[in-house]
């Protein structure tokens, strides 16, 4: 049952090609008269597709926070899982998980967001831990970010862009050391900083 949370992760099988400036969105609207459930498969068009997966005892999802789509697999964020990392095939079939729980090496206690670079697959552990895992799910190393962020992706000059969410900046990018920090849109308040703050986009060219 935990996989009918995933009724709504559509993957766009065609139109891959989009302009870097003009990057569009889908939406349905719901008229407030309808009942609070409804089937996405009544909703999407015919350009989507989806992916039922698979449910055992090693696969199931707690709370979704983020899907990745990376060479034909699903890698599925579940921070309330031991096993916070689900892995798919792109017909839903679970191949393995990455990372646990813990505090030794490889292990974390927060992960909030995760990224692919190449055949690498990183794990964001807030407050400012950057675990790195080949896509077998081998632990290979980990940095200290200097940033307490909550949103991460790596920008094609081979820098950071982070969420930050903090108390003087909602916006920070970084070299790919983590040095020579730039900061953007300064902290306003908790009520501003939710109605601006968004997940990070990756255009075609690497851009976040």
């Known amino acids: 049952q935990f996989s009918l949370l995933f009724t709504s992760l559509l993957i766009c099988s065609c139109n891959m090609e989009r302009q870097e400036q003009n990057l ?3 939406s349905w609207k719901i008229p407030s008269s309808e009942s609070t459930e409804k089937k996405v498969s009544t909703l999407i068009q015919d350009n989507y597709f989806l992916v039922p997966l698979e449910t055992n005892d090693s696969s199931l999802i707690v709370k979704v926070e983020k899907v990745v789509l990376d060479q034909d697999l699903l890698f599925v964020l579940d921070p309330l899982s031991p096993q916070p ?49 080949d896509r077998e799910g ?7 970010t200097g940033v307490s962020g909550f949103r991460i992706e790596k920008n094609k000059d081979q820098g950071y862009v982070f969420i930050n969410g903090g108390m003087e900046s909602n916006l920070v990018t970084t070299d790919a050391n983590f040095g020579s920090s730039k900061s953007f849109f300064p902290y306003q308040n908790r009520t501003v900083d939710q109605l601006i703050l968004s997940p990070l986009s990756k255009l075609q060219d690497g851009t976040v």
């Not at 081998?138 to 200290?144: P, R």
Request: proline share 7%; hydrophobic share 30%.
């Open 24 to 26: 569009p969105l889908d």
């Open 85 to 133: 990392v689900k892995v798919f095939d792109s017909k839903g079939k679970h191949l393995r998980n990455i990372g646990r729980k813990g505090g030794g090496p490889g292990e974390f206690n927060n992960p909030i967001d995760l990224f692919i670079d190449g055949n690498y697959v990183f794990l964001y552990d807030n407050p400012e831990n950057l675990l790195r895992f």
């Open 138 to 144: 081998n632990f290979v190393d980990s940095q200290k």
